[in-house]
């Protein structure tokens, strides 16, 4: 007895050291490092993050290391970033934006997409393409990637001026035909051949379920968000944004559809309620790294071996996405009355790949529509002009001399300029008049100090026209504007907007006009102080530095010290901040 009990009680042999959730570790541990260093490399060189997780997957994946395996797993959590993307997409989806900006939305939007859809659909069925990859394809190529032309513009400081709203409302409308697109791919790789009559059904069905969930779903979850922040549980409403997201999927899923459109959905009833913004902080997280998980798959099944085997095909598609789209684009914004300038500028904006277009690959390629090798080339020529998108919107300025008549403009705009400012004289050039700018002007005017605003932006322009501002409308990092101006008998020049290679030429031409003039310059943050002071800048004005301490004096105040002593205390705090430029810091 005390034998078999010796058998029965004997403990379990202990499991191998390199059981499956090892394997899993080292995987997992993998994708994060390899792309925490290729996203940190273009950082650096201020290339887009997608780009960074596209290369991990590419050195990682079966065509590079070989390190992490394309498994089923991985693809689970890739979809998932799929279903938080399309979740955000929709909670900034606004019925009242599109209709306010229903030219640029909704009529150019459209013209671009279907333009651009058309044409290359047309030309690869000529060439024996089987209709619905035709149509997949011409979809793909027709979306641009929002988050990195939005990203570089915001850098430029043009996301409100005119080429830079004008592609923005394009951009909006590309995301919002992403579901259609997603419909079909989703009902043509469950049919042999083109059936018109269900994918007609599958659009029908996303429709009804918007509408429904528009009308009796909408109450319903603003009720439950309602809930779970009158409970002030962080943790609650997050577990309910998730559920609602994830939830919203799983029934499109049983209704026949797409993941990510039941997503889009979700979002969508939650956008423009109270609890949008809470939900998009709280959601962002998982949206940015789940994404980049998606970006990484991506990589994965990228085979740049077939550059060596489909050169010509890669180059073509490069060329489509180049100067194929752009032209297209170039032709909508003509036909919409848009001047060639900013018709150029949009073209080049747009000439590019964007993720949705990754999707549309990916999800058609897994599905086994796609034919891989039709695809491919598809994918690497979008992951290359993806990677360029930065360095040709930067460089959009070149599209002045495409135009032909710059020269023209810029001398009509001077002469209007000399006009104005004649009569000054040991004035004020006041570079940039927007929330910074006009509330210098209006510091001026009170004091009555003359002074001449230069503002590039039309909708600036004319806010300061409605607010009485002297202002001329042009762009004050060019010499003849300034000259214009009178930059040689003013008395000071304050710049206001935070576009450092422009500031620093305007600095060095205000000090070949006048050595000793007097620069002021306001900067977003104090990165840039030592370069603008070497520039020529005589004060610089970080906004952040100036904000935060404003507050500290404030709350000291409050405190209840004495303003002698809050000075004292916040006088030595900005000299500690920046001792090399104590004298030339203003805060």
């Keep these: 007895m005390r034998r078999s009990c010796g058998r029965l009680c004997r403990r379990p042999p202990a499991p191998p050291r390199h059981t499956m959730t090892d394997h899993l570790l080292v995987q997992s541990l993998s994708m994060i490092m390899v792309s925490a260093v290729a996203v940190g490399l273009l950082a650096a060189l201020r290339m887009p993050a997608a780009m960074g997780y596209l290369l991990a997957g590419l050195a990682i994946g079966p065509y590079g290391l070989n390190l992490v395996a394309l498994g089923d797993d991985t693809l689970f959590l890739a979809e998932l970033g799929l279903i938080f993307l399309m979740f955000m997409v929709g909670l ?36 024996g393409l089987d209709p619905r990859i035709a149509i997949l394809l011409g979809g793909a190529v027709a979306m641009s990637s929002t988050a990195v032309a939005m990203k570089q513009l915001a850098e430029q400081g043009e996301i409100s001026s005119q080429h830079g709203r004008f592609a923005l409302g394009i951009l909006l409308f590309q995301d919002i035909a992403t579901i259609p697109l997603l419909v079909a791919v989703d009902s043509w790789s469950r049919q042999a051949s083109v059936d018109p009559f269900d994918l007609v059904g599958r659009l029908g069905l996303a429709a009804i379920a918007l509408i429904a969930v528009s009308i009796i779903a909408r109450p319903l979850v603003r009720t439950v968000f309602a809930g779970a922040s009158r409970s002030r549980s962080n943790d609650l409403f997050l577990l309910a944004a998730l559920f609602v997201a994830l939830g919203a999927a799983y029934l499109a899923h049983l209704a026949g559809l797409a993941l990510p459109i039941g997503a889009f959905i979700a979002g969508m009833v939650i956008g423009g309620s109270d609890f949008q913004h809470r939900v998009e902080d709280d959601v962002r997280p998982f949206r940015d790294v ?23 095909a890669i180059l073509a598609w490069c060329v489509v996405f180049l100067f194929g789209k752009a032209l297209v684009t170039f032709v909508v914004g003509l036909m919409l009355r848009r001047s060639a300038a900013i018709a150029l500028h949009v073209a080049v904006i747009l000439a590019h790949g964007g993720e949705f277009g990754l999707l549309l690959l990916t999800m058609a390629m897994n599905s086994g529509l796609l034919p891989s090798e039709v695809g491919q080339p598809v994918l690497i020529a979008l992951a290359l002009t993806m990677g360029l998108a930065p360095v040709l919107i930067q460089h959009t300025a070149f599209v002045e001399h495409l135009v032909g008549n710059r020269r023209t403009r810029v001398a009509a705009t001077e002469n209007a300029i000399r006009a104005t400012c004649a009569s000054l004289d040991r004035h004020v050039v006041l570079c940039g008049c927007g ?25 600036r322009f004319k806010e300061a026209q409605r607010e009485s501002h002297m202002i001329v409308h042009g762009d004050a990092a060019h010499r003849r504007i300034l000259s214009a101006a009178g930059l040689a008998k003013a008395r000071l020049v304050v710049i206001t907007f935070d576009r450092h290679s422009a500031v620093e030429r305007i600095l060095k031409f205000a000090r070949e006009q006048q050595m000793a003039i007097p620069c002021v310059v306001s900067t977003a943050d104090d990165r840039d102080i030592t370069a603008l002071v070497k520039a020529g800048a005589n004060v610089v004005f970080p906004e952040n530095l100036a904000a935060g301490l404003a507050l500290a004096d404030q709350s000291l105040l409050l405190c209840g010290l004495t303003r002698e002593e809050a000075g004292r205390i916040v006088t030595t705090l900005r000299a500690e901040l920046n001792p090399e430029l104590r004298e030339r810091v203003g805060i």
Excluded: N
Excluded at 94 to 112: F, I, N, Y
Excluded at 290 to 299: A, D, M
């Design 92 to 127: 900034e989806f606004s019925l009242s934006t599109l209709l306010a900006a229903r030219t640029d939305v909704l009529l150019a939007g459209s013209l671009q997409v279907g333009g651009t859809l058309t044409t290359i659909a047309v030309a690869l069925w000529l060439l």
């Design 290 to 312: 789940l994404v980049g998980l998606f970006f990484v798959t991506v990589g994965m099944q990228i085979d740049l071996r077939l550059m060596v085997v489909f050169p010509y």
């Design 435 to 459: 929330r910074v700018g006009r509330l210098v002007a209006t510091a001026f005017e009170a004091a009555k100090i003359p002074h001449i605003a230069i503002e590039s932006d039309l909708a």
